[in-house]
């Protein structure tokens, strides 16, 4: 199902019911995680019957799962044959997942297994947020934090993406909290303005990945259209409005973008802003020429001594296909 709270309370208004029976339907599908409509116990069959005609509750399914250390990555079969993917990932604040936003992405980062396979179709909300419900059916455990950081650009497909977040955030949802979910973007430029008016304050992530724009334009096309500078502006405006701190992801490619110069950038770039940077080691593939930079404590000390935020993500499962989209691949 498609629709967040406020659709649905319009639905029932539509139909003649009052907007209340919503809030049950959020219960028995969020909470009670039920999937058969004719078990709505607490509606009217009328009503149940209308339900049926009106919506298909026709999931997506897990075909494959693969398990590291603290790490458990997951292939869905969409109802239309596609495939897409999530991670979860067991910290010590608690159980977050990695949900897709699309099939396939446009943006072709060049170091980037997802981008590899060119965008299908965006994915519709309930299929993002069923990845979550498998992944709590499967553990039998709830999900504490979520971050939309798999296949896919997120603002590629901003409506399906924003109905989701309040979906998940909703108290008869998933109820998980706004500070627990992180939205990631390469740089859509309008749409990081867009999302600076969303009424629910969740978090914003910045691939960034490179310092200037001779580099970034060659392993992410997208700053052809939106360059460090406009990107930078919007970001900018982003917290002005919002006051909250934005990440920016940098994955560290070998004798790429990882030389102390590129440091040095890096924290010019960044210099008086609320920001932290967040320092991904590269998860590789056999398919480009990237590694694994070898510098990646030297770098974040550089950016530490120009008094610049900065961690490094936790590496996760080498002993699974960690690269984003690297499972969904060997299907396709």
């Known amino acids: 199902m498609n629709l967040n709270i406020n659709e649905l309370e319009d639905y029932f208004i539509n139909i003649g019911e009052k907007k209340y029976k919503a809030l049950q339907v959020f219960e028995w599908l969020y909470i009670h995680k039920e999937r058969d409509i004719d078990l709505f116990s607490n509606l009217k069959k009328e009503i149940r019957d209308t339900l049926k005609k009106d ?13 590291g250390k603290n790490v458990k990555k997951y292939l869905f079969t969409l109802n239309d044959g596609n495939y897409v993917e999530a991670v979860l990932m067991v910290h010590n604040y608690g159980i977050s997942v990695c949900v897709s936003s699309q099939v396939g992405c446009n943006m072709g980062c060049k170091f980037c297994e997802s981008g590899r396979l060119k ?3 965006n994915l519709e909300t309930y299929e993002m ?12 455990q709830k999900i504490q934090s979520v971050v939309v950081m798999g296949i896919g650009e997120p ?7 924003v109905n989701f977040i309040k979906i998940i955030n909703h108290a008869k949802g998933l109820a998980i909290g706004a500070r627990h979910i992180t939205v990631s973007t ?39 259209m939106y360059s460090i500078s406009k990107v930078m502006e919007a970001i900018k405006t982003y917290i002005e409005k919002t006051n909250r ?66 961690t490094v993500r936790k590496e996760f499962g080498d002993s699974i296909s960690a690269a984003c989209g690297q499972l969904r691949s060997k299907e396709v």
């Open 129 to 140: 947020v069923e990845q979550i419900l498998l992944i709590e059916e499967d553990i039998g």
């Open 55 to 67: 919506f298909v509750l026709d999931f997506i399914k897990i075909k494959k799962r693969e398990v």
């Open 186 to 224: 390469c740089g859509i430029v309008p749409k990081i303005i867009e999302f600076s008016n969303l009424p629910i304050q969740v978090n914003l992530a910045l691939s960034l990945h490179a310092p200037n724009d001779e580099l970034r334009t060659k392993i992410m096309p997208i700053n052809k």
């Open 245 to 310: 701190r934005v990440t920016i992801e940098y994955v560290m490619l070998n004798m790429v973008n990882d030389s102390l110069d590129e440091a040095k950038q890096l924290a010019n770039l960044l210099r008086g802003m609320n920001v932290y940077v967040n320092l991904i080691p590269y998860n590789e593939t056999n398919n480009n020429g990237f590694k694994k930079s070898s510098r990646v404590n030297e770098f974040k000390e550089a950016l530490l001594k120009m008094e610049i935020n900065v």
């Open 155 to 161: 603002f590629d497909n901003y409506d399906n993406v």
């Open 119 to 121: 965008k299908v179709r």
